[in-house]
């Protein structure tokens, strides 16, 4: 059978990429979730720990707070346990004046609470489904049982009023998220994400820890979110928003810090597809975090791009003498009144400096390794990301085929590669549809490896690569954790229309 050229698709795909008649709103048009909940300290005083036997043991494992999203209480009194609840169902928030905007929430709120735990505690999630779908839970980057991982290729779906327990030892200290992994382009579009954060066993010392989810949502004039994959540009590009949230709110979000304090930032997008050209004005920072937590060398950079799915990690030095606040800053390719096209920045959340405190030495980096990344006896292997039109609509595939997604969930497939756990493996991600795709690996780390440029840019463990425009990207993994992992462009919309397959990970035979 001829396959039709790709050319006109290439095109459609490119024009539908271009456009841009759904600009960033200006962030003043919306409203922010001011009356969202604040941050509860749930970190027990050590004054309230009376019930508790070995006091110094409860002191040792406390970890360090993190502000910006509250904290899921931990019901479990054993210091090595995070054992918490979680619920879907649908909620409101409040992004346009006098809107009641339809959401689905976690425990209520977009994004769904922090969960906190320390690298190799075990943690339970006693999770409810309350809404009419099914849905299930995936623990983004985790290194986990593939059995746990939410996967709808593996997991039995939960269905509206169903339960089900996720249990799993944190393997890696890094900045993570969880999300639905079940019609993404609709749930996580929704608000069914939140932060899920790993502290090393020997946090580096900070003045303070803060964390910033980022999305992009589309709101229909009415204020409520617009259909999910009803748009060319929407499937093509995939979903770009028009109302930037962080942490849920419209509006930057604010606190204070001390001049010459240092300050770690984590960065989460979950964004459905626009990545996110973020920097730091008003402030000294570096890049010391990627996915798979901290690097060996923090990097210093004018901005960085995250993409869909992906984590950084600041340090930020409150060290600007002439500066009155650090902001978080986001520059999105904006349209003009004329018709023209112009990068304007938005700020996401703003610090304002007041007080002093002395300047204390700044980020120490612990001593971090990663696997060789030039290994002789690399396995070598190339995926193709493409699409093309088929009846109803485009179509997108990895190597040939279209995968998971449309909303079945066990669907019929074959693996797209077996590989022997921890062997290297160097994968060649190419693309011929769409500007990029932030192509995602489950429950493994790898590499960027070539081009140097990108290996240098890009450094550290990621779980989520962008691969950009006719550029082929080589990562590198091992392969440590055996099983059956998703592979997929965390753009949700490519994924729902095929971009979005299975690995198996064998473990060696006994
Ligand atoms: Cu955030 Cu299948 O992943
Ligand atoms: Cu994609």
């Not at 198996?504 to 006994?510: F, H």
Request: charged fraction near 20%; charge should be negative; proline fraction near 8%.
């Amino acid at each position: 059978m001829a396959l039709p050229s790709l050319r006109p698709i290439v095109a459609a795909l490119l024009l539908a990429a271009c456009d841009s008649s759904e600009p960033a709103a200006p962030r003043d048009a919306g409203n922010d979730l001011a009356d969202s909940p604040p941050t509860p300290d749930v970190t027990p005083d050590a004054a309230d720990v009376t019930d508790v036997t070995d006091v110094s043991d409860v002191a040792v494992r406390r970890l360090p707070a993190i502000e910006g999203i509250a904290e899921l209480p931990d019901m479990n009194p054993d210091p090595r346990i995070v054992e918490v609840s979680l619920t879907s169902a649908p909620a409101v928030a409040h992004w346009r004046e006098g809107v009641d905007t339809d959401v689905l929430a976690y425990n209520g709120i977009t994004p769904g609470p922090m969960i906190h735990a320390r690298v190799g505690d075990r943690v339970i999630v006693h999770f409810r489904n309350e809404m009419e779908d099914d849905t299930t839970v995936h623990w983004h980057g985790l290194r986990i049982s593939d059995l746990m991982d939410g996967s709808p290729a593996l997991q039995e779906p939960v269905r509206p009023g169903g339960e089900f327990t996720y249990d799993f030892v944190v393997p890696d200290a890094a900045t993570f998220w969880y999300h639905s992994h079940i019609g993404t382009a609709e749930q996580i579009e929704r608000g069914l994400y939140g932060a899920l954060v790993v502290h090393e066993a020997e946090p580096p010392v900070v003045d303070r820890e803060r964390i910033y989810v980022l999305d992009d949502v589309k709101l229909a004039s009415s204020g409520q979110i617009a259909p999910a994959l009803a748009s060319g540009p929407d499937i093509g590009r995939g979903r770009y928003g028009n109302v930037l949230l962080t942490n849920g709110q419209t509006t930057p979000v604010t606190a204070t810090a001390a001049r010459n304090a240092v300050e770690r930032w984590r960065i989460v997008s979950a964004a459905n597809a626009r990545s996110l050209r973020v920097r730091v004005d008003g402030a000294m920072w570096k890049v010391v975090g990627t996915d798979g937590g901290l690097l060996p060398t923090p990097y210093e950079a004018s901005e960085i791009v995250v993409g869909p799915g992906q984590r950084y990690d600041l340090e930020v030095r409150m060290e600007d003498g002439s500066a009155s606040a650090a902001t978080l800053v986001t520059t999105v390719l904006t349209s003009l009144a004329d018709g023209g096209l112009a990068d304007r920045d938005y700020t996401l959340a703003s610090v304002t400096l007041d007080g002093e405190v002395a300047p204390r030495p700044a980020w120490v980096a612990p001593s971090v390794t990663l696997p060789n990344a030039a290994p002789e006896m690399a396995q070598a292997l190339n995926w193709a990301l493409s699409g093309r039109v088929v009846d109803g609509g485009v179509e997108f595939t990895i190597n040939g085929v279209a995968g998971l997604g449309h909303g079945s969930h066990t669907a019929a497939h074959d693996y797209i590669e077996r590989v022997p756990q921890g062997r290297p493996v160097r994968i060649t991600l190419r693309s011929d549809v769409s500007p990029e795709h932030p192509f995602h690996l489950h429950g493994q780390f790898f590499q960027i490896v070539a081009p140097q440029s990108r290996a240098r840019l890009e450094p550290g463990l990621k779980d989520v690569v962008l691969v950009r425009g006719a550029e082929p990207v080589t990562i590198l993994s091992y392969f440590e954790n055996p099983g059956r992992w998703m592979v997929h462009c965390h753009i949700s919309e490519h994924a729902e229309r095929g971009m979005m397959s299975e690995i198996m990970v064998l473990p060696p035979s006994p």
